[in-house]
């Protein structure tokens, strides 16, 4: 009878034991759970930043080549510019040559003139 109740207790505790072991377990794997959520909404939300900054990047490389554009567009119309300037310049340069050379033929002329009436 004994040994009965002896048996009994040692498998109430052993049962004990494992109802134990197993509600560790299970907080364990709660645990578990909860952290691994925590992490899910963790990567989510990286996930979210991420595309966010991709987005950021998109625009800011959509502005680049919009500017670059018109960085292109304002270099052909100052080169255009400088050119029509230097063109200008060159057909000024050529009107006031060609009156110098005017006024040196009138100024030889005159002095052939003067010459020949210095002869009269």
Known sequence: NNT???KFDDGGAALSTVQEREDGLSRAL???LNHSRSQMTTMTNMQHAMNNIQGEMKYLRE???TM????HTVHLMVGS???NMLETTY???DRVDSR???VENKQKYH???LRNQKWE
């Open 111 to 113: 002095e052939v003139l």
């Open 4 to 6: 009965r109740k002896r």
């Open 68 to 71: 670059e554009r018109s960085l």
């Open 81 to 83: 510019a400088s050119s």
């Open 100 to 102: 110098f050379a005017n």
């Open 63 to 65: 502005k680049c080549d």
């Open 91 to 93: 057909k000024f340069r």
């Open 30 to 32: 709660n645990q578990l």
